[in-house]
């Protein structure tokens, strides 16, 4: 991980994050790729950020392991009390969610580019999401290795809003294990479960993909 984000009020700008790698947490779930922001408060910005081959999530582990491998955020994971605004910014190929094990849902993946389970709001604007993926290749266990939301996956209490960006190839699940539901799939581009409202206007979404291979 490249910026780890405790306290509201941070703006991160003109910068290009790679390869950035979000440390697993002790239950073996992974969060935040190149920015992981864990403030109870307070805005977190990113404008003219480019983001490439971000990655939070690994291999899922054995029966006990619930979640193992799973990922949140390829390059943003965000479960503040506050807003996240990105503007300008350039995601491509950032990947949320491992191979899954044969624990419950490992190698789950959530937002391969940006997760915001937050109370606030998120708004997207002139970015360009470019083959970012969310879950991985599913394994033996029940949901392994599903995906929801390619680029985005909003759980929050406020608003989302997209407005003028672009959204190519950006897919959610992988190829299915042996068990029902492993490599599912759940919008290729954008997610969401959230309790304010949703809006995507002056955007543009071209073959993204959601699901993928059934298993046994």
Same mark, same amino acid.
């Given at each position: 991980?490249?910026?780890?984000?405790?306290?509201?009020?941070?703006?991160?700008?003109?910068?290009?994050?790679?390869?950035?790698?979000?440390?697993?947490?002790?239950?073996?779930?992974?969060?935040?790729?190149?920015?992981?922001?864990?403030?109870? #408060? =307070?805005? *977190?910005? &990113?404008?003219?950020?480019? !983001?490439?081959?971000? %990655? $939070? /999530?690994?291999? @899922? +582990?054995?029966?006990?392991?619930?979640?193992?491998?799973?990922?949140?955020?390829?390059?943003?994971?965000?479960?503040?009390?506050?807003?996240?605004?990105?503007?300008?910014?350039?995601?491509?190929?950032?990947?949320?969610?491992?191979?899954?094990?044969?624990?419950?849902?490992?190698?789950?993946?959530?937002?391969?580019?940006?997760?915001?389970?937050? #109370? =606030?709001? *998120?708004? &997207?604007?002139?970015?360009? !999401?470019?083959?970012? %993926? $969310? /879950?991985?290749? @599913? +394994?033996?266990?029940?949901?392994?290795?599903?995906?929801?939301?390619?680029?985005?996956?909003?759980?929050?209490?406020?608003?989302?809003?997209?407005?003028?960006?672009?959204?190519?190839?950006?897919?959610?699940?992988?190829?299915?294990?042996?068990?029902?539901?492993?490599?599912?799939?759940?919008?290729?581009?954008?997610?969401?479960?959230?309790?304010? #409202?949703?809006?995507?206007?002056?955007?543009?979404?071209?073959?993204?993909?959601?699901?993928?291979?059934?298993?046994?």
């Amino acid at each position: 991980r490249i910026f780890a984000v405790n306290s509201g009020g941070v703006s991160i700008s003109g910068l290009t994050l790679s390869h950035g790698a979000a440390p697993p947490l002790t239950n073996g779930t992974n969060t935040g790729g190149a920015i992981a922001d864990s403030s109870s #408060s =307070g805005s *977190l910005v &990113v404008s003219a950020v480019s !983001f490439l081959d971000d %990655t $939070a /999530g690994g291999a @899922g +582990g054995g029966s006990g392991n619930f979640l193992s491998g799973s990922g949140y955020g390829g390059a943003i994971y965000t479960d503040s009390g506050g807003p996240l605004s990105v503007s300008d910014s350039t995601f491509i190929g950032d990947t949320a969610g491992g191979d899954g094990g044969t624990g419950l849902s490992s190698g789950l993946g959530d937002g391969g580019a940006i997760y915001a389970n937050n #109370s =606030g709001s *998120l708004s &997207v604007s002139d970015s360009t !999401f470019t083959g970012d %993926t $969310a /879950g991985g290749q @599913g +394994g033996p266990g029940p949901n392994s290795g599903v995906g929801f939301g390619g680029a985005i996956f909003a759980y929050n209490g406020g608003s989302f809003s997209v407005s003028s960006s672009t959204f190519t190839a950006d897919t959610t699940g992988g190829a299915g294990g042996s068990v029902a539901f492993s490599g599912n799939g759940y919008g290729g581009a954008l997610y969401t479960e959230n309790g304010g #409202s949703a809006s995507v206007s002056d955007s543009t979404l071209t073959a993204n993909g959601a699901g993928g291979q059934g298993g046994e």
